[in-house]
């Protein structure tokens, strides 16, 4: 039964009556509020008397504890996000949010609310105050990309709901350290050399996985420790590379994962010649168009040769295993 349509109603049968009739409210001993319609003609009163008793019904049915049944307000409070995009740093994650943000069904948080990793002693009320208000049939969603290499969080995301629909962005390894490596540097300009970081005690034989750089891109090993927990079918592995040649692909492939209808598509984005990637074309309203910022699309240092074929090398067998793991190919040398 649906009363507050019903509530709305008696409100415009009061007001068309007091603009037609010149009915009035007027404050009695000690502020009481009474209706004065004894000017009304007989069959004018009808109407008013009518309203008053259907007004005094829907107090009486509130009081008895029954509005508990009536429609909720169509927005929700914030709920735990159905979808979390887990990985990969330097993968595009920033991107795929922005890019999903788009669509009328995404609701996201801003930033990356590193809960599973660096926050979970807060609870998951601290982390459920941190998600947006959704109306019904929206998803929420949040993007932290060092879950994926944290060993705690795939249980404590299992924890949470068994259901997460987990998406990781991964990107080829060798190029993903070199854009990690540039990051750092940019904030750090007396890092030590990508190659002596990269190698063991300066030697070009030894990869020094202990380095963050390298061992992000070990795809396959950070996988085995989700899939102890989450079936391959809660999985969306997005490709990096993909994401930047054809951005309306790879998001059909996202929305479908998601259960969304495809909004986002080929006419929302340009290709930024500057920066080297896909921008969002400028939404209504906007008078320029949405691209990332000046920390993406940062110029990579040049790194020997040699040290990228070593490096190569290192990768093959963990990016073969991870192609295995997932079903992909994604074409890395």
């Known amino acids: ?22 009915a009035a409210w007027a404050g009695a001993g000690g502020g009481v509020a009474a209706l004065n319609f004894g000017h009304l003609k007989a069959q ?10 259907l007004l005094f019904t829907y107090l009486c049915y509130c009081l008895s504890s029954r509005c508990d049944a009536l429609p909720r307000p169509v927005f929700s409070i914030g709920k735990f996000p159905q979808a979390i995009i887990i990985g990969v740093k330097k993968g595009g994650t920033r991107a795929l949010l922005e890019f999903l943000r788009v669509h009328p069904d995404v609701r996201a948080v801003g930033a990356e609310p590193h ?30 990309p060092s879950y994926f290499i944290t060993k705690e969080a795939p249980r404590r995301v299992h924890a949470m709901s068994r259901h997460t629909k987990l998406i990781v962005v991964v990107r080829d390894p ?29 030697s ?9 750089a390298v061992r992000i891109g070990i795809y396959a090993k950070h996988l085995e420790n989700w899939l102890r927990y989450f079936p391959l079918s809660r999985f969306l592995f997005v490709s990096g590379e993909r ?15 998601l259960g969304l209808k495809r909004v986002v598509t080929d006419k929302h984005f340009y290709f930024n010649q500057t920066k080297g990637f896909p921008c969002l074309k400028k939404p209504e309203g906007s008078s320029q168009p949405r691209c990332l910022g000046k920390s993406k699309g940062r110029p990579h240092p040049q790194i020997p040769t040699e040290v990228l074929l070593r490096l190569r090398d290192f990768y093959r067998p963990f990016n073969l295993k991870f192609y295995q793991m997932t079903g992909q190919d994604f074409g890395w040398s």
């Open 1 to 22: 039964m649906r009363l507050f349509p019903f509530f709305d109603r008696i409100i415009v049968i009061f007001g068309v009556i007091s603009a037609r009739r010149g």
């Open 243 to 257: 994401l930047v040649t054809d951005p309306a692909g790879e998001m059909g492939r996202v929305q479908d994962f």
């Open 174 to 202: 060798v190029t993903r350290a070199i854009s990690d490596y540039t990051q750092t540097l940019s904030k750090s300009p007396g890092l030590p050399s990508f190659q002596n970081l990269a190698f063991r005690n300066d």
């Open 115 to 144: 809960f599973f990793d660096r926050c979970y002693d807060k609870g998951l009320g601290w982390y459920r105050s941190l998600m947006p208000r959704t109306l019904e049939g929206q998803i929420t969603m949040e993007k932290t």
């Open 44 to 53: 004018s009163r009808l109407p008013v008397f009518l309203t008053m008793i």
């Open 204 to 212: 070009a034989a030894l990869i020094d996985t202990s380095w963050s």
